[in-house]
């Protein structure tokens, strides 16, 4: 997932390994990262890196569920068990590391990003990934990053758009005590503001209900309309980016 980025190079200081252990089971085959009682969604963060064992097997790319998570990369080989993940590169060596900048973000972005002329408006369909939208308007998914900055996005897990399986365990998560249907909050029938239920209006039928499921879809869906470069200016944006952060490192 992080191929592609621009590099930094960083002090072996700035780290300090974070090794977490996983709940439940998982089973590793190719990219594919099946879990039982596990929490994945809770538990993992994109690029991250895997180990079982004590042996590390990858990064993780994409958290689909609670159970299912996949790698940036096939694992040599199909492992079986608890597994530990760390969030934070270590350098064995002392000397320093070379990572993804992955929150850079510099001017050159902003002549993009504002002129209307070299977007294209997309709407997010159910399974899009940044990766796979990268390859349906670039024929690859390393541009994948474009996208991000494009549309301002720091944490695709937060603002990008989760499926509806993703979307019902997030609920399930955040709301432990509540079903799905329960009322989240009142709103006024002509203007759809906020209304506390005991102001007056449910006596006159001027407020509905809105679920929590209907709360947090709302919020899901809001973030489906992006924008995208269009495909004739993505070299030159490459090369402007390049230059850019060759000018200031």
Known sequence: ???????????????????????????????QITGVNTKFIEEIVIGAELYVNDVMVGIISRIESDVLCFLEEPASDTYTGVATIRNFQVSDTGRPITISDILYRIAINKD?????SFLMPYTVVEGDTPEIVSFKF???PLYHWVILIINDIVNPREEWPLSEKQLLEKIALQYPDDLPSDVYEWRE?????????????????QIYSVSIYD???????????????????ITDFITAYSRAYTDIT
């Open 112 to 116: 993009f990003s504002r002129k209307a």
């Open 138 to 140: 670039y024929g690859t």
């Open 215 to 233: 709360y947090e879809t709302e919020k899901n869906e809001a973030k489906r309309t992006i924008k995208v470069l269009d495909p004739n200016f």
């Open 1 to 31: 997932m992080l191929r592609g980025l621009p590099q930094i190079v960083v002090p072996v200081s700035t780290f300090t390994g974070t090794d977490t252990q996983l709940s439940g089971v998982i089973t590793i085959t190719e990219k």
């Open 189 to 205: 029938i002509n203007y759809g503001y906020v209304v506390d239920y005991n102001a007056g209006l449910a006596a006159q039928q």
